[in-house]
């Protein structure tokens, strides 16, 4: 190559050499810009105001058949309270009708037996006590059995042990046990049990054994029920329309504090099934029907259900509670039924009753 070429004396790669010192003083420089800028960035957003969050999405529209239904149900009252135990008003004093307190004529009064199972609800026994003395119905035996209880219970029973036919306090096998025991040694032609937290209406007593006498076909009767709180004011009430044998085998829809029965149907079903510890007065009634017995809805309020948290329905329904109502309906249908089969056979019934409630609510129907 001649010496004058521009590329003379030029080695490969000679042009790609920078100083090592100049290039790092650069990325420095380079790094101080980035940093900058994010400062400026960050001045920026804190000026601007935050967007809005993006709406949640909207629940889905109910279908317009149904929207008027529930506002035709809501303004004119026709909701069902058959199973309520929460209503959400305030609660208010138990309203009794003068006419409640009347004793009917009673021929031949029949011997009633009233059996109370009880377990550390001295709380609310005295009440209970209370409620079936202070009918003045004379021809009673009044059981209280109590299962060993460990709060004020025994000092209750202390105060009303003269009045009582019977009371102990004795170690048991759960609510059936006690019940079986409380009837163990009574003589009446009438029976009923009463939990240790429930009470009987005033004039129950005389008004069932008036029906009892007027009615001698009749097996078993029972009636509306009051809901009252721990306090013991009303929460709600529940009307019921006539007896549906065909619903009761579906649902249990009936007041136990408000049962009562002949001992003849009793000693035909042998009494209490002790294997249930939560329906066991839906057994009793499905045993009663099998057996023959006759049925009536009476039109009368005649006890009240109390709520309360201790209380073993609010406790135990969605557990024992669901399991022993299954076992009884597969007893019934012989298989398991679900849910939807549940509800499409007490619509009818359901109607009925939302019609009764309203009638009552408006001064129509007088209970």
């Known amino acids: 190559m001649d010496a ?48 809005r969050s993006a709406r949640p999405p909207r629940p889905p529209r109910m279908p317009l058949k149904y929207w008027i239904r529930h506002q035709i149900k809501t303004r004119f009252g026709l909701v069902s309270q058959i199973g309520k135990l929460e209503y959400g008003v305030p609660p208010k004093p138990v309203y009794v009708p003068r006419w409640y307190h009347r004793k009917p ?57 003269m009045r009582l036919h019977r009371c102990e306090s004795r170690r048991d096998r759960g609510q059936s046990h006690a019940i079986n025991l409380g009837f163990a040694g009574t003589a009446g032609e009438i029976m009923a049990y009463l939990n240790s937290d429930d009470l009987l209406l005033p004039g129950a007593l005389y008004y069932v054994a008036a029906y009892f006498e007027k009615h001698p076909d009749v097996d078993v009767v029972y009636g509306h029920r009051v809901v009252i709180d721990s306090a013991g004011q009303e929460l709600g009430r529940w009307v019921l329309p006539k007896h549906d044998a065909e619903v009761l085998k579906w649902a249990d829809y009936i007041p136990q504090e408000t049962l009562f029965w002949r001992r003849r149907i009793w000693d035909k079903v042998g009494g209490i099934d002790e294997s249930f510890r939560f329906a066991m007065d839906w057994d009793l009634l499905l045993r009663f029907q099998e057996a023959g017995a006759k ?21 135990t329904v969605n557990s024992t509670g669901l399991q022993e109502m299954e076992r009884l309906r597969r007893r019934s249908f012989g298989r398991d039924v679900s849910y939807p089969e549940v509800v499409a056979a007490v619509r009818s019934y359901m109607c009925w009753h939302v019609f009764h409630n309203r009638m009552y609510r408006l001064g129509l129907f007088r209970y």
Not at 151 to 159: G, K, P, Q, W, Y
Not at 298 to 315: D, E, M, Y
């Open 4 to 51: 004058t070429h521009p590329n003379a004396g030029v080695t490969a790669g000679a042009g790609l050499d920078f100083p090592a010192a100049g290039l790092e003083e650069r990325v420095r420089e380079l790094a101080g810009e980035v940093r900058a800028l994010r400062q400026d960035l960050a001045q920026l957003r804190a000026l601007v105001p935050p967007r």
């Open 105 to 161: 004529l009673v021929v031949n009064p029949p011997l009633i037996s009233i059996a109370t199972p009880s377990y550390n609800q001295g709380e609310y026994l005295e009440h209970t006590i209370r409620s079936v003395l202070d009918q003045e119905y004379p021809w009673i035996e009044y059981v209280v059995q109590d299962g060993g209880s460990t709060d004020s219970t025994r000092d209750v029973l202390a105060r009303y042990r």
């Open 295 to 315: 049925i009536v809805r009476l039109p009368r309020f005649l006890g009240a259900f109390r709520v309360h948290q201790s209380s073993k329905t609010v406790s």
